[in-house]
């Protein structure tokens, strides 16, 4: 509930701060390329599912590392501050095998663990230099809304030491903070950087799929290569 209310304070701010910044100002399209992160083993939720999942399939969480591609809007507010928004798109298919079990024949029990996020993003950010200034560091935050889909698919082994095939499904929007920091290079109207930022939010997954959580850890970093153009 929490998150939903500073969700909602944030979009408020965001519809006052754009709806502030006069048709003049200055606008930007980003558009960015890089990878995500995901939160490490060792400081995910007890009830997450990936960290539950290694006690008997054979993985690491950080293969879910993957690239991950997004554009921005943003909009110059005074001489120090942008605000943008923004949409992005991760997916990582992983395949993995039962740690202890086997086939009959000695064959691997196979299967692919999935994992899609479609960030919808508003940020604001600080320049201490100011805009036009040759470099443009900055800092920022706000907030993300993130559409995900986890899936397990292959062989499986039942309570009964039985193989079966199968297919598992959970979806749902998790909403959750962003802090990011990065770097501008303006060139004549395009601009080029880089950029970090961290991300943290948790999904939820269906009782009736049989995960051996009921939760996804969708937090962790991303890091890319902007380039922009200016309007």
Do not use: C
Request: charged share 15%.
């Amino acid at each position: 509930m929490r998150r939903l209310i500073t969700a909602s304070v944030v979009a408020l701010a965001g519809m006052g701060v754009f709806g502030g910044a006069a048709a003049s100002a200055q606008q930007q399209v980003s558009f960015s390329i890089g990878g995500f992160s995901p939160r490490s083993e060792d400081a995910r939720d007890h009830n997450d599912v990936l960290l539950n999942n290694l006690d008997f399939l054979a993985f690491r969480v950080s293969d879910f590392g993957g690239p991950i591609v997004g554009g921005e809007w943003i909009g110059a507010i005074g001489g120090n501050f942008d605000a943008a928004l923004g949409a992005g798109f991760y997916q990582r298919s992983v395949p993995t095998v039962y740690t202890d079990f086997t086939n009959s024949n000695g064959s691997e029990i196979e299967q692919t663990l999935k994992l899609r996020v479609v960030p919808l993003t508003a940020t604001v950010r600080w320049l201490p230099l100011g805009h036009h200034n040759g470099v443009e560091p900055y800092i920022g935050a706000g907030v993300g809304v993130f559409n995900y889909r986890y899936s397990e698919s292959g062989q499986f082994l039942a309570t009964d030491s039985s193989i079966f095939r199968g297919t598992f499904v959970g979806s749902g929007t998790a909403t959750g903070p962003i802090i990011l920091g990065g770097i501008r290079v303006p060139v004549g109207s395009w601009g080029v950087g880089g950029e970090l930022r961290y991300q943290s939010a948790e999904g939820t997954l269906p009782a009736d799929q049989d995960f051996s959580a009921n939760k996804i850890d969708l937090g962790g970093f991303t890091y890319t290569f902007t380039l922009n153009f200016r309007f």
